[in-house]
């Protein structure tokens, strides 16, 4: 298959554009149609846009292809990418104009059903305030209610804190980030270190195409 990536035509602007990417926004359904098949989105970041920390993912729904994501730049070179089984891939992009974000199976082969998500991890919204994290505090109750759904909690810690986060249920991945969208830890059961005073996101979420409660 051949295709033109600065400039690309053909593509979805189904995501919309970054400064819309909360962690309450409805995923983005997609498939892929058989071998060499892809699907292509477009989105813009606006002229003086702050550098954006952002996370793609994408989860199959039915079918046998295994979907990947890539992000092309106004140029048409690539800016960051995943494989289906890596974790947490944060894709930090600065310039201006109009990117591609490309999904095809890991192999080429296989067709399906998958869905997408954006989020910005750096200045993120749609995340719920939850009490500082000390004994005694009840857990959170919450839900994963349609595939590829990332629930966002922030909570205010102060430098050199030390955490450890469990959960039960389908949320059964975590992750730590800072303000600046960056990766703190993601192994639940582990201590986590806040290096700075700040507002941290924590992430829960299902590995795989899976809904249901969790706390």
Not at 142 to 163: F, K, M, N, P
């Amino acid at each position: 298959a051949v295709r033109r990536l600065d400039n690309p035509q053909g593509c979805s602007s189904a995501l919309g554009d970054p400064d819309g990417w909360s962690f309450t926004r409805a995923r983005t359904n997609g498939s892929i149609s058989g071998t060499l098949g892809a699907q292509c989105f477009t989105f813009t970041r606006a002229e003086a846009e702050a550098d954006g920390a952002y996370w793609f993912r994408t989860i199959r729904t039915a079918g046998s292809a295994n979907p990947e994501w890539t992000v092309y730049g106004p140029s048409g070179e690539q800016e960051c990418s995943n494989t289906y089984y890596s974790y947490l891939p944060v894709c930090d992009l600065t310039a201006e104009g109009t990117y591609a974000l490309v999904v095809e199976s890991a192999s080429g082969e296989g067709s399906g059903a998958y869905v997408l998500g954006a989020r910005r991890l750096n200045a993120p919204s749609g995340c719920a305030a939850i009490k500082a994290p000390t004994f005694g505090v009840p857990p959170s109750f919450g839900s994963i209610s349609t595939a590829g759904e990332v629930d966002c909690y922030a909570a205010r810690l102060g430098a050199g804190d030390e955490l450890t986060f469990h959960t039960t249920g389908t949320a059964n991945e975590f992750a730590l980030l800072n303000e600046n969208g960056e990766v703190v830890c993601a192994n639940v059961g582990a201590t986590c270190t806040a290096a700075h005073d700040g507002t941290y996101s924590i992430l829960l979420y299902a590995d795989a195409n899976q809904s249901g409660s969790y706390q």
